[in-house]
């Protein structure tokens, strides 16, 4: 099975912050990853689909790379808005899926 | 409008079974597969498996093989998740959720979760 290690676990930053966040494969999945948002209470939301092709209405300050076992969503200001859980999510080894643990964005 | 409506709460003893229901609209349910995830508190997201709507067939995760059954009924346009033997530990939220593919660009629909509490 493929793992998927996503760091860090949380993290606190302020409004305009840079943000960036990893997700690394425990072994090569191409592009086959998408980022996730999940507000409390909701279900997730895609934010990123092959790795770095911006999801449609998801502003442009997310924005994700990477390739083969090391993938990066950087959100390149900070909003109030994007204060959240953030997950990664392969899918290399179709149609069987793997999250990766999430990461807590909180309010510094 | 594509949309995937979960059936309600539950509350189950320890041993005792659940069956979630998630019912489509807004695409030909046969036309993807149906996947089923698991969110305990304060915890992440994990994927149980999936149904294939149009034969029948499924995949599990290896940690609920063995407990959890999907199904899908084409007559009603429904999935479900049954989960058996249930401990404290499946104490969770449960979403349904697909992938349809839009001129090659996926779209994935969620259900609204539904709460399953297991307690003696």
């Known amino acids: 099975d493929i793992q998927m290690t996503q760091s860090p676990s949380s993290l606190s930053a302020s409004i305009g912050d840079r943000v960036t966040i990893t997700c690394r494969a425990s072994?090569?999945?191409?592009?086959?990853l998408g980022w996730y948002q999940q507000k409390p209470g909701k279900a997730p939301k895609r934010l990123i689909y092959?790795?770095?092709s911006l999801q449609s209405g998801v502003p442009s300050r997310f924005s994700g790379s990477g390739s083969g076992t090391e993938f990066t969503l950087t959100i390149s200001s900070l909003q109030p808005e994007d204060f959240a859980t953030y997950y990664c999510?392969?899918?290399?080894?179709?149609?069987?899926?793997?999250f990766g643990q999430g990461t807590k964005v909180e309010i510094k | 409008e594509v949309q995937l409506v979960q059936s309600g709460a539950e509350v189950k003893k320890p041993g005792a079974t659940v069956k979630i229901s998630c019912k489509i609209s807004?695409?030909?349910?046969?036309?993807?597969?149906m996947h089923w995830v698991q969110q305990a508190p304060g915890k992440g997201l994990e994927w149980m498996g999936l149904?294939?709507?149009?034969?029948?067939?499924?995949i599990y995760a290896e940690k609920f093989q063995g407990r959890v059954t999907i199904t899908a009924d084409t007559s009603t346009d429904t999935a479900y998740m049954e989960l058996n033997s249930l401990r404290s530990e499946d104490t969770a939220v449960y979403y349904c959720?697909?992938?349809?593919?839009?001129?090659?660009?996926?779209?994935?629909?969620w259900g609204q979760g539904t709460l399953v509490t297991v307690s003696s």
């Open positions: 092959a790795a770095s």
């Open positions: 999510l392969q899918h290399n080894n179709y149609p069987r899926w793997t």
């Open positions: 072994q090569g999945i191409r592009n086959d």
């Open positions: 959720t697909t992938v349809i593919l839009k001129r090659g660009v996926p779209f994935d629909p």
């Open positions: 807004g695409y030909t349910f046969t036309d993807y597969y």
């Open positions: 149904v294939d709507p149009e034969d029948g067939e499924t």
